[in-house]
């Protein structure tokens, strides 16, 4: 058996400041190479972590032979392209969200990933993955809330709503950008995930705030074709843990105030909250005042910042290692293609939704 597997990222935002610093962390992981589509920047995050190869052609970092693992942090126009081309090549795939840009590439991207079930293919949903969402998972499924009623997604962060930020891929409906992708996938995985059941209807309001952004190193505008607000209301289907379940979301990219990133699900018995580090307050329906629970968050690498994202992805990729190493092709709780497929079809619906402005039941 290999004591190391050999790692490709393509991309160089979000992995420069997660994904590289977790899995060099690890010592049973090293990263072989680095592809960005700017050599400047490929060349400047391979220096910066001490990686031996880098490109501004990904696939010379899929072809290589010391490569096990892919992962894709591109925007997601590339990931139906990108995901095909390492699945030919035999590699393990991490995929970042969303998965594709509508149920058509999600669906050819399962099936291929099917054929080859040998290799381990993966949505980068790490969220699932921080102590705290495990946590509140088994307590869901110990029956501390009852049946589930009703489920709450708050997600705040003011990052973009700086009108002087530069138009880049977030800004671009043809790349796959916004609110509703970024992070609205997150929201229905994890819906998903801790129901154990799936979106049926779903009515959505898009909207973009900040309509114009200049043109990096120029005196132009242009225009915003993206959300950068996103509000959701949700019917599930049934399961074993909710009884006839709604949901609703707020997201926003633009508005002030402090950093919010939390779910809350209200059950017969009480209700739980879990914040954006996997904190977790528990309340019920007696007492109705939320109560903070003790336990360990879990660490973060050198590098990362210290939030849930972090610790997260921290758990993951050490999922991911082990798996490959041991020859699995499955990870407990990672999000699947199939289950990225299914997020892809509630982003489809909630688009149709805001076009049409009703109600959309899923088939």
Known sequence: MKEKIGIGIIGTGFARRTQIPAFIALEKAEIKSVASGSLEN???TAKEFGIEHWTNDWKETVKRADVDLICITTPPNLHLEMTLFALENSKHILCEKPMAMNVTEAAEMTVKAKEKSDLLTIIDHELRFTNGRMKAFEMIREGKLGKIR????HFNNAARGNKDLPWNWWSDEEQGGGALGAIGSHVIDTFHWFLGARTKSVFCQLHTHIKERPVKNSNEQREVTTDDETLLILRFSES?????ATASVSISMVEAGSYRNAVEFFGEKGAIR???GGEIFLTDTKENTWE???????KVASGMAVNGWSRGFVNIADKITSAILEGESKV???????DGLAVQKVLDAARESDEKGCVVEMV
């Open 292 to 298: 903070k629970i003790d336990f360990d968050l879990g």
């Open 150 to 153: 009703h489920a709450k997604y």
């Open 274 to 276: 879990i914040e954006d």
């Open 240 to 244: 074993s843990l909710i009884e006839d």
């Open 332 to 338: 407990e709780h990672a999000a699947t293609f199939e």
């Open 42 to 44: 490929a060349e400047s």
